[in-house]
């Protein structure tokens, strides 16, 4: 059975704080993704990852950053978090097998940023 | 406007009905088109691809007419177990991989 695990289901943040978020895929899948949810948003995409190092800009990148050192790890990276950043975040993986290839995600992180 | 637009709902309806979804995109080239399911509280789930040609998965339909850039879901005979909230979602066009996903369709299923 395809797994994503994320590390933490609920998180509590102090603004300001560096706050770091994992997400483990053993599918061998060369994509990953982070993205956040929010009411009334739907999904948006923070980063892309579609090789170990490699790494390119969601629609929303402002005041993140990831990490990519390993194939199944991939890692987001609030670099001073913000009450503005208090959502659900959501990791996915996919294999690079063409159009119709599935995206698989993670149980999700609820963050409160106070 | 949008990428991808879809009523939010709530649709209710009572055991047994059927129940269709509409979603309009804008991206004209996409070429891979899904539903995916998210119960309360827990991820997307992939429910179905949706092809050219239309296809069916037990109760579940979908269809896509690219000349309108629409997709539809079509339930029937709902059940209780079918409430959810049903995401359209559509690739980027020339990027296999990136998904644009619509703000979902909540559906509640009643006795």
């Known amino acids: 059975d395809v797994k994503v695990t994320q590390s933490s289901r609920y998180l509590v943040k102090r603004t300001g704080e560096k706050v770091f978020l994992e997400c483990v895929q053993d599918?061998?899948?060369?994509?990953m993704f982070w993205y956040r949810q929010d009411p009334g948003l739907g999904l948006r995409l923070i980063y892309f990852?579609?090789?170990?190092?490699?790494?390119e800009k969601g629609d929303i990148p402002e005041g993140y950053s990831v990490s990519r050192e390993k194939k199944e790890r991939f890692s987001l990276i609030l670099e001073s978090a913000s009450t503005n950043q208090t959502s659900m975040y959501l990791c996915?993986?996919?294999?690079?097998?063409?159009?119709?290839?599935?995206?698989?995600f993670g149980p999700g992180t609820r963050l409160l940023v106070l | 406007r949008k990428e991808v637009e879809q009523d939010p709902g709530p649709f209710n309806v009572p055991e047994g009905a059927t129940v269709a979804f509409n979603c309009t995109y804008s991206n004209s080239a996409s070429q891979s088109f899904f539903w995916y399911r998210q119960d309360c509280r827990k991820e997307p789930k992939l429910l179905m691809s949706v092809y050219s040609s239309g296809n069916e998965d037990g109760r579940f339909t979908a269809q896509l007419n690219r000349a309108s850039q629409y997709i539809s879901l079509l339930i029937r005979d709902s059940k209780l177990s079918d409430s959810a909230t049903y995401l359209c979602?559509?690739?980027?066009?020339?990027?296999?991989?990136?998904?644009?996903f619509g703000t979902g369709t909540r559906l509640q299923v009643t006795l």
């Open positions: 979602v559509v690739n980027r066009g020339g990027t296999a991989s990136k998904l644009t």
């Open positions: 996915a993986s996919s294999s690079s097998g063409g159009y119709q290839e599935t995206q698989y």
């Open positions: 599918m061998d899948h060369e994509n």
């Open positions: 990852s579609y090789d170990v190092k490699m790494k």
